[in-house]
């Protein structure tokens, strides 16, 4: 019997998926999480043959729960399912090992299809990422700035993006207010950047938002 571990902020997509999932296989562990701190507690726990997760938890450094999952079960293959969409985190997340990337915008024959892939142990991209790098060969990845950035200041400077602020920030990262100062910081400096306008219109530019 299969086991699968779906987390997810919003018990509705933990729901759908389960559902989705029951009716399809039949006999199939569901198991939810809906944080970075739970999902890491059951997967110590439980040996999943799949783990299908949203980027964007609450209380979660997502590229950490990522690492720690990587190192306490290489193997794990992890499906993300997000509804971010923009190809440079696509990439970002593969070069971290998981096994596929859907967005939220799928069918539930397409979700179906992309379990399936990775459960007989291959990839499965959303055809729509592989357009967006065919399209992105416009910019050589030499030239993104954007690579010098490690992870975390990734991750935090998709928040940027947005107009967040550092406080809300480090409540969403679960990190202090001071830290994300230092990463901001060091992420304006790697860019070359003055001000959040500034690193939207690049941000732009390279079609990450």
Same mark, same amino acid.
């Given at each position: ?5 779906? =987390?997810?902020? %919003?018990?509705? =997509? ?32 439980? +040996?999943?043959? *799949? ?13 950490? *729960? #990522? ?6 079960? !290489? ?8 509804? =971010? ?8 997340? #593969? ?16 979700? *179906? ?22 399209? +992105? ?6 030239? +993104? !700035? ?13 928040? #940027? ?9 480090? +409540?969403?990262?679960?990190? %202090?207010?001071?830290? =994300? ?29």
């Amino acid at each position: 019997m299969s086991k699968i571990l779906v =987390v997810d902020g %919003h018990s509705i =997509v933990r729901s759908g998926i389960r559902l989705l999932l029951k009716d399809y296989y039949g006999g199939i562990q569901i198991d939810e999480a809906q944080n970075g701190s739970t999902a890491f507690r059951k997967s110590m726990d439980t +040996d999943y043959d *799949l783990v299908i997760m949203e980027i964007n938890l609450p209380n979660t450094d997502t590229f950490s *729960l #990522l690492e720690n999952l990587r190192r306490m079960a !290489p193997a794990l293959p992890i499906l993300i399912f997000s509804t =971010v969409v923009q190809y440079a985190f696509v990439k970002r997340y #593969l070069q971290m090992g998981v096994k596929g990337y859907l967005s939220k915008q799928a069918e539930d024959r397409e979700i *179906l299809l992309a379990v399936q892939t990775i459960l007989t142990g291959k990839k499965y991209i959303d055809q729509s990422f592989i357009d967006q790098a065919l399209e +992105d060969r416009h910019v050589a990845d030499e030239l +993104d !700035p954007f690579k010098l950035l490690s992870n975390r200041e990734f991750e935090i400077a998709q928040y #940027l993006f947005k107009g967040t602020s550092v406080s809300t920030i480090a +409540d969403c990262l679960n990190i %202090h207010t001071s830290t =994300v100062g230092t990463h901001k910081a060091r992420i304006y400096d790697k860019l070359r950047v003055d001000n959040v306008i500034m690193l939207k219109d690049l941000a732009e530019l390279y079609r990450l938002i």
